[in-house]
T-cell receptor, first 113, second 113 residues
Framework: GAVVSQHPSWVICKSGTSVKIECRSL??????MFWYRQFPKQSLMLMAT?????????EQGVEKDKFLINHASLTLSTLTVTSAHPEDSSFYIC?????????FGSGTRLTVV | LAKTTQPISMDSYEGQEVNITCSHN???????ITWYQQFPSQGPRFIIQ???TKVTNEVASLFIPADRKSSTLSLPRVSLSDTAVYYC??????????????FGQGTTLQVKP
């Protein structure tokens, strides 16, 4: 079956620092990866779509300079939250699209203090 | 992208069958209907996907009428561990294509003993 590994599962960082989250498809090649953000008791909100080797496409209202996405290979995409602030605290989830359909990572709980 | 409408919450008791209906009046010809389950602080997990009529797997059934403007997820004999948020999505099947998935509000199912 399809497995997507997301790391770290939780992170606490100081305000003003940057945090990188990794998303790996372990047993398939992901032509496209997606990044979502989820606030408590809310649904998943799509942040951006990334294709291997090209620039990510960001959803309206998502700051591309703040949420840097790199999709350097068919099995790895990273999301870097730059100059994080407390309002960036959220649950970040990646999804990978491949031959098995859409598979989601287990999520990363980011807390900015 | 087709918008979906689901009940915000539902209650049930262990051993009962639960049916969650989703409305998607603007579903496109090439859209599939996919249901995901999400537990707190975890990524969504695929439950079932269908295009028309009825689909059944080891955990659920999906009923889709001929006009495809709605669908019903049926969970047989729920247990406490089925307490979760259930999302209905319409869009690409995921296998071999890379369209984005947009999540609606979801249905919070609470199973009581």
């Amino acid at each position: 079956g399809a497995v997507v590994s997301q790391h770290p599962s939780w992170v606490i960082c100081k305000s003003g620092t940057s945090v990188k989250i990794e998303c790996r498809s372990l047993d398939f090649q992901a032509t496209t990866m997606f990044w979502y953000r989820q606030f408590p008791k809310q649904s998943l909100m799509l942040m951006a779509t990334s294709n291997e080797g090209s620039k990510a496409t960001y959803e309206q209202g998502v700051e591309k300079d703040k949420f840097l996405i790199n999709h350097a290979s068919l099995t790895l995409s990273t999301l870097t939250v730059t100059s994080a602030h407390p309002e960036d605290s959220s649950f970040y989830i990646c999804s990978a699209s491949g031959i098995y359909g859409y598979t989601f990572g287990s999520g990363t709980r980011l807390t900015v203090v | 992208l087709a918008k979906t409408t689901q009940p915000i919450s539902m209650d049930s008791y262990e051993g009962q069958e639960v049916n969650i209906t989703c409305s998607h009046n603007n579903i496109a010809t090439n859209d599939y209907i996919t249901w995901y389950q999400q537990f707190p602080s975890q990524g969504p997990r695929f439950i079932i996907q269908g295009y028309k009529t009825k689909v059944t797997n080891e955990v659920a059934s999906l009923f889709i009428p001929a006009d495809r403007k709605s669908s019903t997820l049926s969970l047989p004999r729920v247990s406490l561990s089925d307490t979760a948020v259930y999302y209905c999505l319409v869009g690409p099947s995921g296998s071999g294509n890379t369209g984005k998935l947009i999540f609606g509000q979801g249905t919070t199912l609470q199973v009581k003993p």
